[in-house]
Each structure stands twice: as structure tokens, then as C-alpha cells.
């Protein structure tokens, strides 16, 4: 009750600039990396809270970084479905508040299809990754920073789900808007040796597990 009172003598914009504040100290509270679970247990508790009564004002023109965090500190695989829950219900309201083509609701679209791979279906990953590509090339051209970051994660789903991999597309983004020896085209290029000779000296496909160097 007494929450609600104070809530209720605030003005819009003071009930925002609250809101924010409040989403700012959660972030900044965060452990790096997430690795305090039961402190990133405690800070999803209250980041839900805050939602829940403020749940515009987290999505003013854009979604309050707080809001990925939450999301994001789910780094066990066995909360892998809860992870691909969250991201649901947060593309839900951030389509709603910001639109279909905000780059907020992109990147959250993205980091869903991770989710449903982790979860165990990468069918879905590589279904939900082709059609983002698809929306941000349509948004942003190719030279949007999203494009080679989506193929990328689109190879290794592909690869996981038993499809050919995209990762020489992947390459020829990095390559086009960075240059053949920026560092970011490197680490592609080199996986793409690794991973043809790999099939070329065993006669097989990795498997869905195996690491990239």
C-alpha cells in the first residue's frame, strides 16, 4: 500500500525517470558474467518486480538493458527452456511497445532462437535465425551489424540440426565490411578451414557438441 501511494503522487515523467533509476541500479548491481547465482536469482526477483509496475518505462524507446540481463544470466543449460520462456514473453511486450522493427526487438528476436537451440530444438533455431536474417536485411541492408552475427549463429545451428553449413556466407560478410585481415574475419575464416578439413579427413559432419578452436 505504501508503495502504491507513492506511486500514485508521481507524475509521468517522475514515475519514468523512477522507473529507470531503479532499472539503472539493478544493472549496475549485476555481477559480471553473471557468475553469483544466487545474487542473479535475487536481481531477476526484483527485475520482474519493477516490470510488473513499470513495465512501459522499461520499454521507453528502447528496452532498459537490465531487461537482457535477466534474460542473459540464465547461463545453465538446464535453464535453457526458462531462458527461451523469457526472451518470449520479452519479444511479446517489446513488439508491442516498440514495433516489429525496432532493433531492440530484432536482437531479443535473436536471442530467442539461441535459446530454442539450447533447449534442444535446433530445427526451430535455424527456422527462427533464417527468418530474422530475412527482416534485417529487409531493416537494415547488408551491411547491418546484425547480418554476419546471424549467419554466424545461423552456421552452427545449421551444422547442430544436420544441414550444410552457412559459414562461408558468414566469412564473405566479414570479409566485405571489415577487410580480408581485420581480426573479426579471421576467427571465421579459420573456423571454416577447420571445420572443411575436419569433413574432408574424417568423411563426416562434426558433431553437434564438438568445439570450434
Not at 530467442?112 to 527462427?128: M, Q
Not at 552452427?156 to 585481415?181: F, H, I, N, P, S
Amino acid at each position: 500500500m505504501l508503495q502504491r501511494a507513492v506511486r500514485d503522487t508521481l507524475t509521468p515523467d517522475q514515475y519514468r525517470h523512477l522507473a529507470r533509476t531503479a532499472a539503472d541500479a539493478l544493472s549496475a548491481a549485476w555481477p559480471p558474467f553473471a557468475r553469483d547465482i544466487p545474487l542473479s536469482a535475487a536481481l531477476r526477483d526484483n527485475t520482474a518486480a519493477l516490470t510488473s509496475c513499470a513495465e512501459p518505462e522499461v520499454h521507453h524507446t528502447e528496452v532498459h538493458p537490465v531487461l537482457y540481463q535477466a534474460g542473459r544470466s540464465l547461463l545453465h543449460r538446464d535453464q535453457a527452456a526458462e531462458a527461451r520462456e523469457y526472451f518470449q514473453r520479452l519479444l511479446t511486450t517489446t513488439t508491442r511497445y516498440l514495433g516489429p522493427d525496432h532493433p531492440d526487438t530484432l536482437v531479443i528476436r535473436r536471442d530467442l532462437a539461441l535459446w530454442r537451440g539450447e533447449a534442444g530444438d535446433a530445427d526451430g533455431a535455424v527456422a527462427a535465425l533464417e527468418e530474422l536474417l530475412t527482416d534485417v536485411l529487409r531493416v537494415g541492408g547488408p551491411d547491418d551489424r546484425l547480418v554476419p552475427v546471424i549467419r554466424s549463429h545461423l552456421a552452427y545451428w545449421q551444422e547442430c540440426a544436420g544441414y550444410k553449413t552457412g559459414e562461408a556466407a558468414t566469412l564473405a560478410d566479414q570479409v566485405r565490411m571489415l577487410g580480408a585481415e581485420h581480426p573479426g574475419t579471421q576467427t571465421p575464416q579459420r573456423r571454416l578451414v577447420y571445420r572443411e578439413g575436419r569433413l574432408e579427413a574424417y568423411g563426416k559432419k562434426p558433431r553437434a557438441g564438438d568445439a570450434d578452436p
